[in-house]
């Protein structure tokens, strides 16, 4: 963790429970979610710090390890996500963001390991987005966090995601991607319609790899940045 003042920047360690994998912030309560995991890989926790004294304030144990972590700051609520390699299977694990206690627990079935979690705040969609290498080919799954159901999934042949962006207002989803089965290696960026999944359009990046999404929601653009053989960022 670190603060960012008006002439520099310093450093406050904060110790968790185990050694942290990703971390999201809600900005609303100003607490910190930081998800954790022990030597053997095998299950984790989620550490919450509090962002004013910059203290651990409870920390809840899982049986899986957890990959990500998505707060939708309107309800409050924080959406851990982890995966079983072995059998396939993933849990979405919802936390309340008042109790910090876990409120409930689904089991989902993916189509190999997820890389990307977002969530929509005014629909309480989660999306994941993945990648099956047995098939070579890209996912899209979204999952009502309300009720638990996992949504058809879109899915995008020989991409791999690497990177995921919603547009709440618009309700419009931007997935980049990495084609890496091509002869001439591609990146991607393909647009999903939130309320039917489909796929509302697909572009190739020629000679490009591991392309990343950064968008201004006040002008409703978007931008990827990628990188080239022949140039260090376009």
């Known amino acids: 963790t670190n603060k960012v003042e008006e002439c520099c920047i310093t450093f406050a360690d904060i110790p968790v429970h185990q050694a942290p994998i990703y971390a999201s912030v809600n900005p609303e309560t100003n607490k910190i979610y930081v998800a954790g995991y022990n030597s053997d890989y095998r299950i984790g926790s989620i550490s919450v710090v509090n962002g004013s004294s910059d203290e651990v304030i409870n920390t809840t144990q899982l ?68 990648y099956d290498s047995m098939k070579e080919t890209g996912w899209l799954a979204a999952i009502n966090s309300t009720t638990g159901e996992v ?23 931007y997935m980049a991607g990495y084609n890496h089965t091509l002869f001439s290696e591609a990146g ?46 376009l």
């Open 63 to 130: 049986h899986q390890m957890p990959d990500y972590v998505a707060v939708n700051s309107e309800s409050n609520k924080i959406y851990v996500l982890s995966y079983n390699l072995v059998t396939e299977t993933g849990s979405i694990i919802t936390i309340n963001g008042y109790t910090d206690k876990v409120i409930s627990e689904s089991i989902v079935l993916f189509n190999g390991k997820p890389s990307e979690l977002y969530i929509n705040p005014d629909t309480n969609k989660i999306y994941l987005a993945g």
């Open 188 to 233: 991607f960026l393909t647009v999903i319609n939130g309320s039917t999944n489909n796929v509302i359009s697909e572009n190739l990046v020629p000679n490009s790899g591991f392309p990343l999404l950064y968008p201004n929601p006040e002008t409703n653009m978007t931008y990827v940045a990628y990188s080239d053989p022949d140039y260090e960022l």
């Open 151 to 173: 949504m058809p999934q879109s899915f995008i042949p020989k991409g791999e995601p690497t990177d995921l962006y919603i547009n709440p207002e618009k309700n419009t989803i």
